[in-house]
């Protein structure tokens, strides 16, 4: 009887798994809507209701750890707990926070290195910007970037 009751149960996981799992480990579902802005070619901004957003990111030297980069966030209105999270978008390595630090009344920060893929060198990060656990909703784009070694 217990036997029966442990195989039906993996059954119905496995199905569960087989419907959902792919979604589970989709990076890229919440973001397909919105277009690509690479922060190492440039800066980005938009423009909300608050006012204008700018973030820009750059290259700042190679470290113990891999290359590290510093994150200049500049926003209308400042959030409670501002926190850029980094994930994979080509290949999910879970998830980084990284703290936001107030440099200015509006002016942000942070320094970090990104972990490095060891199957190749072409890992896209994605940063989602959000105030506590929250997600910020009021972002027009995908911001992504490519790791350096």
């Avoid at 030297?61 to 850029?84: N, T």
């Avoid at 994979?88 to 630090?101: I, K, R, T």
């Amino acid at each position: 009887m217990v036997r029966a009751i442990v195989i039906v149960g993996l059954v119905v996981g496995a199905i569960v798994l087989t419907l959902f799992g792919s979604r589970l480990l989709d990076t890229t579902g919440d973001t397909a809507d919105h277009p690509e802005c690479d922060l190492l070619a440039g800066a980005c901004s938009w423009t909300t209701q608050d006012g204008e957003w700018r973030l820009r990111l750059q290259e700042v030297e190679e470290g113990a750890q891999g290359m590290e980069y510093v994150l200049q966030v500049s926003v209308p209105k400042a959030p409670d707990r501002f926190l850029a999270v980094l994930k994979g978008q080509s290949m999910y390595m879970g998830e980084y926070p990284v703290p936001l630090v107030r440099e200015a009344p509006l002016e942000y920060q942070a320094r970090f290195t990104a972990p490095f893929c060891t199957t190749g060198a072409d890992m896209i990060w994605r940063i989602d910007l959000q105030d506590g656990q929250e997600r910020l909703e009021n972002v027009p784009w995908t911001l992504v970037f490519k790791a350096q070694k």
